[in-house]
């Protein structure tokens, strides 16, 4: 059947996945029909386990999934071998980069996952949660398959470092001035509010930060939990700081229906007078001012009509 395969070794590639037939065990390995013009010669270091033998893993009949090592075309030649190629290029493993693996030893300093490289990378013991682990043997155990997100893969080296703790959306080393975010708020302060912008540390909105006018306390303007759009002032990657502000975005412009005039400075005062309904940013409503009488609110809005009236005219 070798003499009259459907494959030329002109359309074989080295990593290309075949489906074989063990044909011969021989002292050095095992010779494979895979419906080629030759028979493959799969030598016993290209097994997927290392024997002393080669009939301590396949028989003569044998079906196995081999792959392409070596296309020799002018000796009509062809190499396999048992052992999956790599899934991954060093140029892929680029730092985030996302990944399945399999542990295959455990040390007291953390684990060595197969990510299908040929070399396995390493999950320290600070990289296998957000918290303390005690032990690696806590969090996995041998033969576990795990998510894992390289860290770091030094090819000169030939040593790739891994993570268990999945990477934040915002890369904190690239995060510029002026970057414009939309993040929840998360805690507030008498000095400002800590809002989770997807970098793995909290931006901070000083109160200074929170409105063009002054602004007493936070709470006046956001709660816990609130969506709000923020704007990069500054970051420190090294202290981990990040200073957000709320002003001068992009949102501040108020979108109008068609045909709808702009409000007024005056219908803008009297919007917030009456609770903030249709102001573009969250007004909450002083509780000492509702603390007032009935009658000074009435005079107020009446002194915001009359001001309303006179620029009319």
Same mark, same amino acid.
């Given at each position: 059947m070798s003499s009259a395969g459907s494959i030329s070794l002109a359309e074989l590639a080295s990593g290309q996945q075949l489906e074989g037939t063990v044909k011969k065990l021989t002292l050095s390995g095992a010779i494979v029909e895979v419906g080629a013009a030759v028979d493959g010669l799969l030598h016993i270091s %290209?097994?997927?386990?290392?024997?002393?033998?080669?009939? =301590?893993?396949? !028989? @003569?009949?044998? &079906?196995?999934?081999?792959?392409?090592?070596?296309?020799?075309?002018?000796?009509? #030649?062809?190499?396999?071998?048992?052992?999956?190629?790599?899934? +991954?290029?060093?140029? =892929?493993l680029q730092p985030g980069l996302k990944a399945e693996g399999k542990v295959v030893r455990l040390e007291k300093f953390g684990a060595f996952v197969d990510i299908g490289m040929e070399t396995e990378g390493l999950v320290h013991i600070s990289e296998m949660a957000t918290g303390r682990v005690a032990k690696p043997s806590d969090v996995v155990k041998e033969g576990d398959v795990v998510s894992v997100w390289v860290k770091d893969a030094d090819r000169k080296a030939r040593r790739i470092s891994l993570s268990m703790v999945e990477p934040p959306?915002?890369?904190l080393r690239a995060l510029k001035p002026d970057t414009v975010l939309t993040g929840r708020v998360v805690r507030l302060e008498n +000095? &400002? !509010?800590?809002? =989770?912008?997807?970098? *793995?540390? =909290? *931006?901070?909105?000083?109160?200074? @930060?929170?409105?063009? *006018?002054?602004? &007493?306390?936070?709470s006046e303007i956001?709660?816990?939990g609130d969506q709000v759009q923020v704007r990069v002032v500054e970051v420190d990657p090294r202290k981990g700081r990040i200073s957000l502000s709320m002003k001068d975005l992009p949102t501040e412009e108020?979108?109008?229906? @068609?045909? @709808?005039? !702009?409000?007024?400075?005056?219908?803008?005062? +009297? #919007?917030? !007078?009456?609770? *903030?309904?249709g102001?573009?940013?969250?007004?909450?409503? %002083?509780?000492? #001012?509702?603390?007032?009488?009935?009658?000074?609110?009435?005079?107020?809005?009446?002194?915001?009509?009359e001001r309303t009236l006179r620029e009319r005219r």
């Open positions: %290209d097994l997927d386990k290392r024997v002393s033998r080669t009939s =301590d893993l396949l !028989a @003569e009949g044998q &079906g196995i999934t081999v792959w392409v090592k070596k296309v020799d075309l002018a000796n009509k #030649r062809l190499n396999l071998t048992m052992v999956p190629p790599p899934r +991954f290029r060093w140029d =892929d959306e915002v890369d +000095f &400002g !509010a800590f809002v =989770d912008i997807g970098a *793995g540390r =909290d *931006g901070l909105i000083h109160v200074t @930060e929170m409105g063009h *006018g002054y602004v &007493g306390n936070p956001l709660s816990v108020v979108m109008l229906e @068609e045909g @709808e005039e !702009a409000p007024s400075s005056i219908e803008w005062a +009297f #919007r917030i !007078a009456e609770g *903030g309904e102001v573009p940013y969250p007004v909450k409503p %002083d509780r000492r #001012r509702q603390r007032g009488s009935k009658r000074q609110r009435d005079r107020m809005q009446e002194e915001i009509l």
